[in-house]
């Protein structure tokens, strides 16, 4: 933690001793570039990191800029006021356009901000009352206990003390439970739900977190420049947000601020060497960002302090102490033998294909089902109709006694039900204790404000101490603080049903687990499955491995084109002939 300290001290230490040996000139240079920063940070979170594309960003700090210079200059009231009126207005815009533009996928998403975008700049623009395209002029001097922050040494102070306050919060946010959720929406939001993650609320606070930062900036420059205008709340200006991160690092907290500083300190310099080669300047400098990015774009993706720090120490991950760390409740098992999950009569069309057709099996506590079948069987299916990825077109599904067909995969884990995927689906850069923790996500409840305050420590510690518990379980303890990303398959499987235990389900849903294992690593899975077994948990697996299978499932459920073929136990099934021919073509 110490560590994590070190960085923001030396930028509050920059932030005042900066006016004592710049000139003035250059003190305004950093003050900008603080600003820039605080809008930057936002986008790390929103763009880099939540993976949501927003050319907007600009009209926020318009709102923050317009609400304080109208209060002040119309009303008289003081700046602070205007700075809680900027977030509160932002809070409400920001909210109502999340719950309608967040919905939008792919590239419709960076469209629809675009396009709200432009509305609030010329919302600016002509809006009676905020001064027309001239703006508002003669905004008042800010004031804190007696200290008139009224010049470019005084404002570095106070930008100084903001930028670090930003990202002490949300570098406590990123190393929380919260922060494991923001940092799954970009590529593995189908994940999240399935690990009971409500990923539409997490991508409306981060949007929202976004517009307040957007916001701040927007009060501080309002005043120190006393002139508010619509020029600098443009489309354009949201472009450069975007480029700022894209040069310095899209994904990292640090690196929105090395964006800021080499945008800001190349736009000046190109705007005193342009005109002398061109004979004017005329946003000529936009041309050479443009290429400066498609640069960056093509040889360091990640930005350039990913760069930097790869020729760098590397920095020990972040800890807690676990040993003292409480434990996290459990749900009480039921008796072996009682069932499960029951589904009966389902049927899955996609057009006028059946996939599923009169399919139905029943999971007991404390046994392990099988459900195997050739390729194109529709087991796939199946399963995603049991975990809540698809909907029944008719049957139903019973869990402990309550329905939950048309459920969502959230509403199903926190029922007590847990999964892991075909495809193995692990962000690669976070390491497998992260990865793990992630499924123990519906076990905790502090929020957004708490883990930006870091006043959740000792949840946070049970929440790492299950999840390191479940992975030496697993007996992957050496791995720790590895990356997941660069473990073998085979223990990439391991991770994901790690991860799936950590929510203390009730039953398990292991697709293909033994794909990519060798015979030592089937072994120790098929040990790690009887001892769930006893513990009283269901397990239901899709496995082609029939050695696997034959040796550990309790009961086996067979399907052929979408329907069931046979069940029983693996000895019924091993003579069945109907299963002997869909697998081998029938018996001599």
């Given at each position: 933690?110490a560590?994590?300290?070190?960085?923001l001290?030396?930028?509050?230490?920059?932030a005042g001793?900066?006016?004592l040996?710049?000139?003035a000139?250059h003190v305004t240079?950093l003050?900008?570039i603080g600003?820039?920063?605080l809008v930057?940070l936002?986008?790390?979170l929103?763009t880099g990191?939540?993976?949501?594309t927003?050319f907007?960003?600009?009209?926020?700090?318009g709102?923050?800029?317009?609400a304080?210079?109208?209060?002040t200059t119309?009303?008289?009231?003081?700046?602070?006021?205007g700075?809680?009126?900027?977030l509160?207005?932002?809070?409400?815009v920001?909210?109502?356009?999340?719950?309608?533009?967040?919905?939008?996928a792919?590239?419709?998403l960076p469209i629809?901000t675009l396009?709200w975008g432009?509305?609030l700049?010329y919302?600016?623009?002509?809006l009676?009352?905020?001064?027309?395209f001239g703006?508002?002029?003669?905004?008042?001097?800010?004031e804190l206990?007696?200290?008139q922050?009224?010049?470019?040494?005084?404002?570095a102070?106070l930008?100084?003390?903001?930028?670090?306050a930003?990202l002490?919060?949300l570098d406590?946010?990123?190393h929380?439970?919260?922060?494991r959720?923001i940092?799954?929406?970009?590529e593995?939001?189908?994940m999240?739900?399935?690990?009971?993650i409500?990923?539409?609320?997490?991508r409306?606070?981060v949007?929202i977190?976004?517009?307040?930062?957007?916001?701040l900036?927007?009060?501080?420059?309002?005043h120190?420049?006393r002139?508010?205008n619509?020029?600098?709340?443009?489309?354009?200006?949201?472009?450069?947000?975007?480029?700022?991160?894209v040069?310095?690092?899209?994904?990292s907290?640090?690196g929105?601020l090395l964006?800021?500083a080499l945008l800001?300190?190349i736009?000046?310099v190109l705007?005193?060497v342009?005109?002398?080669?061109?004979g004017?300047?005329?946003?000529?400098?936009?041309i050479?960002f443009g290429v400066?990015?498609?640069?960056?774009?093509q040889?360091?993706?990640?930005g350039?302090l990913?760069?930097l720090?790869?020729?760098?120490?590397?920095s020990?991950?972040?800890?807690?102490a676990?040993?003292?760390a409480?434990?996290l409740?459990?749900r009480s098992?039921?008796?072996a033998?009682k069932?499960?999950m029951?589904?009966?009569g389902?049927l899955?069309q996609?057009?006028?294909l059946?996939a599923n057709?009169n399919?139905?099996?029943?999971?007991n506590?404390?046994e392990?089902?099988a459900l195997i079948g050739p390729?194109g069987?529709?087991?796939?299916?199946l399963?995603?109709?049991?975990?809540g990825?698809?909907?029944?077109?008719?049957g139903?599904?019973?869990?402990n006694?309550?329905?939950i067909?048309?459920?969502?995969?959230?509403?199903?884990a926190h029922?007590?039900?847990?999964r892991?995927?075909?495809?193995v689906?692990?962000?690669?850069?976070m390491?497998?204790?992260e990865?793990?923790?992630?499924?123990?996500?519906?076990?905790?409840?502090a929020?957004?404000l708490?883990?930006?305050?870091h006043?959740?420590?000792?949840?946070e510690?049970?929440l790492l101490?299950?999840?390191?518990?479940q992975?030496q379980?697993?007996?992957?303890g050496?791995?720790l603080h590895?990356?997941a990303g660069s473990?073998?398959?085979?223990?990439?499987?391991?991770?994901?049903?790690?991860?799936a235990?950590?929510?203390d389900?009730l039953?398990?849903?292991?697709?293909e687990?033994?794909?990519?294992?060798r015979?030592g690593e089937?072994?120790a899975l098929?040990?790690l499955?009887?001892q769930?077994?006893?513990?009283g948990l269901?397990?239901?697996?899709?496995e082609?491995d029939?050695?696997?299978?034959?040796?550990?499932a309790?009961?086996?459920?067979?399907m052929?084109?979408?329907?069931?073929?046979?069940?029983?136990?693996?000895?019924q099934i091993?003579?069945?002939p109907?299963v002997?021919a869909a697998y081998?073509?029938?018996?001599?």
């Amino acid at each position: 933690m110490a560590l994590r300290l070190i960085p923001l001290l030396a930028l509050l230490l920059v932030a005042g001793l900066a006016p004592l040996v710049l000139p003035a000139f250059h003190v305004t240079l950093l003050n900008y570039i603080g600003l820039y920063s605080l809008v930057a940070l936002g986008l790390v979170l929103l763009t880099g990191i939540g993976g949501m594309t927003s050319f907007g960003q600009a009209a926020f700090v318009g709102i923050g800029a317009y609400a304080s210079a109208v209060l002040t200059t119309q009303y008289g009231l003081s700046p602070w006021l205007g700075l809680l009126a900027g977030l509160a207005i932002t809070l409400v815009v920001a909210t109502s356009l999340g719950l309608l533009t967040l919905r939008l996928a792919g590239h419709y998403l960076p469209i629809g901000t675009l396009a709200w975008g432009l509305a609030l700049f010329y919302l600016f623009g002509n809006l009676p009352g905020l001064g027309g395209f001239g703006g508002l002029q003669n905004l008042p001097n800010i004031e804190l206990l007696g200290w008139q922050i009224s010049g470019s040494a005084d404002f570095a102070v106070l930008i100084g003390l903001l930028l670090a306050a930003s990202l002490w919060l949300l570098d406590n946010l990123l190393h929380s439970r919260q922060g494991r959720a923001i940092r799954t929406l970009k590529e593995s939001a189908g994940m999240a739900e399935a690990m009971g993650i409500d990923t539409a609320r997490s991508r409306l606070q981060v949007f929202i977190i976004a517009a307040l930062l957007a916001a701040l900036s927007g009060w501080l420059y309002a005043h120190l420049q006393r002139v508010v205008n619509p020029t600098p709340f443009s489309v354009v200006m949201g472009i450069e947000y975007l480029f700022m991160i894209v040069l310095g690092g899209v994904a990292s907290l640090w690196g929105a601020l090395l964006g800021a500083a080499l945008l800001t300190l190349i736009k000046q310099v190109l705007q005193d060497v342009l005109p002398q080669l061109f004979g004017h300047a005329d946003n000529v400098e936009m041309i050479f960002f443009g290429v400066l990015v498609i640069l960056v774009l093509q040889y360091a993706r990640g930005g350039l302090l990913p760069v930097l720090r790869s020729v760098l120490p590397a920095s020990r991950p972040r800890t807690l102490a676990l040993d003292d760390a409480p434990a996290l409740p459990r749900r009480s098992m039921p008796a072996a033998g009682k069932p499960l999950m029951v589904a009966q009569g389902l049927l899955k069309q996609f057009g006028g294909l059946v996939a599923n057709k009169n399919m139905g099996l029943s999971v007991n506590a404390a046994e392990v089902t099988a459900l195997i079948g050739p390729n194109g069987a529709g087991k796939s299916t199946l399963f995603n109709l049991l975990s809540g990825v698809l909907t029944p077109n008719a049957g139903q599904i019973i869990f402990n006694g309550q329905r939950i067909e048309g459920l969502s995969p959230r509403a199903i884990a926190h029922l007590g039900v847990s999964r892991t995927f075909q495809h193995v689906r692990l962000l690669g850069e976070m390491s497998v204790l992260e990865n793990v923790a992630l499924g123990a996500h519906a076990r905790g409840k502090a929020g957004l404000l708490r883990s930006m305050l870091h006043l959740e420590r000792k949840e946070e510690a049970a929440l790492l101490a299950e999840a390191t518990r479940q992975i030496q379980r697993v007996g992957l303890g050496e791995y720790l603080h590895t990356p997941a990303g660069s473990l073998p398959l085979g223990q990439q499987r391991i991770v994901e049903i790690a991860r799936a235990l950590c929510s203390d389900p009730l039953l398990l849903l292991l697709d293909e687990p033994a794909a990519g294992l060798r015979h030592g690593e089937k072994q120790a899975l098929a040990q790690l499955l009887e001892q769930l077994r006893g513990e009283g948990l269901g397990v239901l697996l899709v496995e082609h491995d029939m050695e696997f299978v034959m040796g550990l499932a309790d009961h086996i459920v067979v399907m052929e084109f979408g329907q069931p073929l046979a069940s029983g136990t693996p000895l019924q099934i091993q003579q069945n002939p109907a299963v002997l021919a869909a697998y081998l073509g029938g018996v001599e």
